[in-house]
């Protein structure tokens, strides 16, 4: 007889739910951005964005530069080139000024389309998924580090922060405790 298992990567993705990542409408962000969830842009970025989800870009959202994105929905502005795996939906009053390769599209009336636009063959579909993922990856292990890296400078800095407190200094008392915290509460104890 033979078990069944999870796939690892399906495992994960039930494990770890996560928040979107959202650019307000009062945001304007340049630079390269890795979300291993979702994203929606009300504001205004301008730069590189790899998304392991789905990228909104709502109607009052900008997006300029480039997109790699599983799956993403359009209602506001695009400039660049864009990089959709899955399904690419184009909103009624979208303005796309880009080149685009999607896994499949779904285009609303009154979508303003400009530029080039192909389809992904299957293979190209599962390579960018893969690059998708190592890259998304790639930036996780590198905030890891960091993370590991600012815990280690903490305890550094706790360390130096007890070793600076005199030897002799008196030890906090019940009398300095009630001192400091309102009377009410103290009869709470």
Same mark, same amino acid.
């Given at each position: ?7 690892k990567?399906v495992?994960?993705?039930?494990v770890?739910?996560m ?7 009062a945001?304007?962000?340049t ?21 392991? =989800?789905k990228?909104?870009?709502?109607? !009052?959202?900008?997006? #300029?530069?480039?997109v $790699?994105a /599983?799956n993403?929905? &359009? ?6 080139s864009?990089?959709?795996?899955e399904?690419?939906s184009?909103?009624?009053?979208a ?9 499949d599209i779904?285009i609303d009336?009154?979508?303003?389309l400009? =530029?080039?636009?192909?389809q992904?063959? !299957?293979?190209?579909? #599962?390579?960018?998924n $893969?690059? /998708?993922?190592a890259? &998304? ?11 590991v890296?600012q815990?280690k400078?903490?305890?550094?800095e ?8 005199p ?10 405790r009630e ?11």
């Open positions: 007889m033979k078990w069944f298992t999870r796939n990567e495992e994960k993705a039930i770890k739910p928040l979107p990542t959202v650019i307000s409408t945001m304007y962000t630079g390269e951005m890795v979300c291993q969830g979702d994203v929606k842009v009300d504001g205004f970025v301008k730069g590189h964005l790899v998304a392991e =989800g990228v909104v870009i709502s109607e !009052t959202g900008q997006l #300029q530069g480039s $790699k /599983i993403m929905v &359009v209602s506001g502005i695009f400039e660049g864009l990089e959709c795996t399904l690419l184009l909103r009624k009053g303005t796309i000024i880009a080149e685009v390769l999607y896994g779904k009336p009154g979508v303003k400009k =530029g080039k636009i192909n992904l063959d !299957t293979d190209n579909v #599962q390579l960018l $893969k690059e /998708i993922i890259e &998304v990856a790639r930036v996780a292990e590198k905030s890891n580090h960091l993370k890296a815990e400078g903490r305890d550094i706790r360390i130096e922060k007890v070793s600076d407190v030897k002799d200094a008196e030890p906090f008392r019940k009398n300095n001192a400091l915290i309102p009377q009410e509460s103290v009869s709470n104890w």
